[in-house]
């Protein structure tokens, strides 16, 4: 294993695999939403704890944030310390765990403070980010052993504190990873780029340049990387709209809008951007939406159709959705009492944890199969007695 900077390169057998499994993911589904119905009992019997030692006993110290493989293989997780590779109570250590054999493997290079695991569709490639005062987003390349930091030129000193980055996406096909950049110059305006990585020829794409936004409220990227999705604000202005940006024509498209058009008057928050960029699920706090939402400056989530313009408003008011699927058909929600994975073609949903649990952007398996979820709730599964938080995956 050895860390690089600038660009990572799967091979081209790679490329052509993942590239099949984003076909699939990416078939269109309609999103239409009903009526919700009750939502069913979790059967205890489909969730099974997933963190724990190699030998398979329960941690000491809380494990959280968690994400999965599109195929529902491979679990990414943080564990708190002190452990080997993360001395510290304030580190944390990732984890990747093989959900059919049960072999876990520690990701190396992570320092005092690591988190943000995002796996690529079949579970290969792992980005995340670490540092000792400051993050860095790198990707690990399980198969080889690869540690590359994401970073568009040379690097900052791991000392320089001014400078920061974070990992967003990366694409189902395994060949692009979105990431930002961000430098802090004492006295001066913060400078942050949005910019995508070709992984294929070590290339970087500026999605969203300097000046444009000060920090993204979430980004996501479709299958093929054609299609990004961001929310951005600024500090002097605020909040400016969560938009769609084709790479291909330049165009850009803002998602939180009415249906005729009238941007909302609030901020959002993106979940999801589907893999055929066509679909895009996300929080809002605005209040002219849709006639079902909220006044009062309260979140709620929503499903827009690109194509066909449609906007819906689902779930419960106050409540956001946390996580989707690579269709954005299947949606984690928080609602009141429980954390809930629901069907928007269907409108049918069901309680997969309690109301405390907290499910990561990368939480849910392709067509809602499987979900990974934190809870330090102790009746989960049997013999749960450490009193911390672990995670946990239930089949759905």
């Given at each position: 294993?050895g860390?690089?900077h ?13 590239a099949a ?19 069913s009992?979790?059967?205890?019997d489909?969730?099974r704890?997933?963190s ?9 110290t809380?494990?959280r ?7 529902g293989?491979?679990?990414?997780y ?11 109570s ?25 988190g ?19 993050s ?6 399980r198969?080889?052993g ?15 504190f001014?400078?920061d980055?974070?990992?967003?996406a990366?694409s ?14 004492p ?15 070590g ?6 340049p ?12 479709s ?17 400016q ?20 058009g009238?941007?909302?008057?609030a ?8 893999d ?9 706090r ?23 313009g449609?906007?819906e408003a ?5 409540r ?9 058909r299947?949606v ?6 429980a954390?809930?994975?629901r069907?928007?073609?269907?409108g049918r949903?069901?309680?997969?944890a309690?109301e405390?649990?907290?499910?990561t952007?990368?939480?849910?398996a392709?067509h ?11 009746d989960l599964?049997p013999?749960?007695?450490n009193g ?5 995956l239930?089949?759905?």
């Amino acid at each position: 294993m050895g860390e690089k900077h600038g660009s990572a390169r799967p091979s081209g057998s790679l490329l052509r695999r993942t590239a099949a499994t984003a076909a699939t993911a990416a078939l269109a589904v309609v999103v239409s939403l009903t009526a919700v119905p009750a939502a069913s009992a979790a059967d205890h019997d489909a969730v099974r704890r997933v963190s724990g030692e190699a030998d398979g006993t329960q941690l000491t110290t809380a494990s959280r944030g968690a994400s999965l493989s599109a195929d529902g293989r491979y679990a990414a997780y943080g564990v708190k310390g002190p452990r080997d590779g993360c001395p510290l109570s304030v580190s944390t250590c990732l984890f990747v765990k093989d959900l059919r054999t049960g072999r876990q493997t520690q990701v190396p290079g992570t320092k005092r403070l690591a988190g943000n695991p995002v796996l690529s569709a079949d579970g290969r490639l792992l980005a995340f980010i670490t540092g000792d005062g400051s993050s860095r987003p790198y990707l690990y390349d399980r198969a080889t052993g690869d540690l590359t930091l994401l970073w568009p030129g040379p690097p900052p000193s791991a000392s320089d504190f001014a400078y920061d980055g974070e990992v967003k996406a990366i694409s189902a096909d395994g060949r692009q990873v979105l990431y930002t950049v961000t430098y802090r110059p004492p006295g001066q305006p913060t400078q942050t780029r949005l910019l995508e990585r070709d992984l294929a020829t070590g290339t970087d794409t500026v999605v969203v340049p300097v000046g444009t936004a000060d920090f993204f409220s979430g980004a996501g990227l479709s299958a093929d990387g054609r299609y990004v999705a961001y929310g951005q604000y600024k500090e002097s202005s605020g909040y400016q709209g969560l938009f769609v940006k084709d790479l291909r024509t330049g165009a850009v498209r803002r998602v939180d809008t009415a249906r005729d058009g009238t941007p909302g008057d609030a901020d959002s928050g993106l979940v999801r951007l589907s893999d055929d960029g066509r679909r895009v699920v996300f929080n809002s706090r605005s209040s002219n939406l849709t006639p079902e939402s909220p006044t009062g400056y309260q979140w709620h989530p929503y499903a827009r159709d690109l194509r066909t313009g449609r906007i819906e408003a689902f779930g419960s008011a106050g409540r956001t959705a946390s996580a989707a699927d690579g269709s954005a058909r299947h949606v984690v929600l928080q609602e009141p009492g429980a954390l809930v994975l629901r069907d928007l073609r269907t409108g049918r949903q069901r309680t997969i944890a309690p109301e405390t649990a907290e499910a990561t952007l990368g939480a849910v398996a392709r067509h809602g199969r499987e979900v990974v979820f934190a809870s330090s709730a102790p009746d989960l599964v049997p013999d749960d007695t450490n009193g911390v938080s672990d995670v946990f995956l239930v089949h759905t």
